[in-house]
């Protein structure tokens, strides 16, 4: 009997030891402190063991310490930037020639998707006069008796069709501001991708810790999850469902006092009742846009930087709060106006202009 109850110490005692032990093995990392932080499902080869991570998910160091990935069929990218909550990581070429590295990049192997891409169209262009139409140049692929363009817009690929040599249509996934067709482009932004499994985010979203739950097996887990407050759209949606009641009982009230000022008015002049013509009162109904439009309207999560087209629009004119990093962004694409997206998509469906220049945003037919 003793030795049972040692034994059953010893057993709970290595268990408590392995998942303290385990937890120090898989705290976060990083190549250097200026590069991203690196946490399930992402590991560091050969300084984490692989229960840290997913597979697919493998990360290095370089000799310059700069965290890179290997992408299969495609090769090696350096990871400028993870967002864990959304699951989006933004990649670029270590060579500093990413447009030569988008005519191989083949996904069909990886973990990872794009949102969207957008097919570009490179061309070689020896005679072309491409600054008179202010082209941006392609400046690694080109040479000093050639230069390489590429565009997403139509008027301009027929342009140069007639004046250049086609290189190649490739499919290059979403970059940021990339929404309208583009005239022109070098390429050299950082491509965005995501990836759907292991679902982290929610776990993320509750500054929890998400990773294996066994050593050898694939299900995931979220540790120690705190509990929300109210977000943001909650506490917009209360307001709109307290402030919307008031205001139709308000309405309700003045609709009373009228009919009884009216009632009034006709007991003290009953021959006018005969003489007074009944007009009925044509009733207006604003409604806001329908659901997919809203959605058609393009998306944007912000990074550790906040970068946005316009730096001076860094305050959300619904909430009036500030943007912070990791946040999704929504703007109407006639007039390029930013905001929260949860803000945004609950104001359009009551209203169908735009909360800052009030011009009316394109709309689905009902």
């Not at 003793?2 to 010893?10: G, Q």
């Not at 898989?26 to 300084?47: A, G, H, V, Y």
């Not at 309405?251 to 007074?276: A, D």
Request: charged share 20%.
């Amino acid at each position: 009997m003793n030795i049972n109850k040692v034994l059953t110490f010893l057993f709970f005692h290595f268990i408590f030891n392995f998942r303290i032990t385990s937890a120090q093995i898989c705290s976060n990392s990083f190549c250097r402190r200026t590069e991203p932080i690196i946490r399930f499902p992402f590991r560091l080869e050969n300084l984490q063991p692989n229960s840290c991570g997913y597979p697919g998910f493998d990360l290095f160091c370089d000799a310059f310490n700069e965290t890179l990935i290997d992408l299969p069929n495609s090769g090696t990218f350096t990871v400028q930037s993870i967002d864990y909550e959304s699951q989006n990581i933004w990649l670029n070429d270590p060579d500093h020639c990413l447009p030569r590295r988008l005519l191989q990049l083949n996904l069909s192997t990886t973990p990872f998707n794009a949102y969207f891409y957008q097919d570009f169209t490179l061309f070689n262009c020896s005679a072309f006069d491409y600054a008179r139409y202010r082209f941006d140049p392609i400046g690694c692929m080109s040479e000093e008796n050639y230069t390489v363009l590429a565009s997403s817009d139509e008027t301009a690929i027929r342009l140069l069709e007639s004046r250049c040599s086609l290189i190649a249509a490739v499919a290059v996934p979403a970059q940021l501001g990339f929404v309208e067709p583009v005239m022109t482009s070098d390429l050299a932004g950082d491509i965005r991708l995501t990836w759907g499994s292991p679902r982290c985010g929610r776990c993320e979203e509750r500054r929890g810790r998400c990773g294996l739950r066994s050593v050898n097996g694939t299900e995931i887990e979220c540790r120690n999850a705190a509990r929300r407050g109210i977000p943001r759209f909650a506490r917009y949606t209360i307001v709109i469902g307290i402030g919307l009641p008031g205001f139709l009982l308000g309405l309700g009230f003045l609709y009373l006092i009228c009919i009884r000022v009216h009632n009034s008015s006709r007991q003290r002049h009953p021959v006018m009742e005969f003489s007074m013509a009944v007009v009925p009162h044509s009733t207006t109904t604003i409604s806001g846009l329908d659901g997919s439009t809203i959605d058609s309207y393009p998306k944007t999560v912000l990074g550790e930087s906040c970068r946005l087209s316009k730096p001076e629009n860094n305050t959300c004119s619904i909430c009036l709060s500030e943007y912070m990093p990791k946040e999704t962004l929504r703007s109407i694409p006639e007039c390029q106006h930013c905001f929260h997206a949860e803000c945004i998509d609950e104001w359009l469906r009551l209203n169908p202009s735009c909360p800052v220049c009030r011009n009316s945003p394109k709309s689905s037919p009902s």
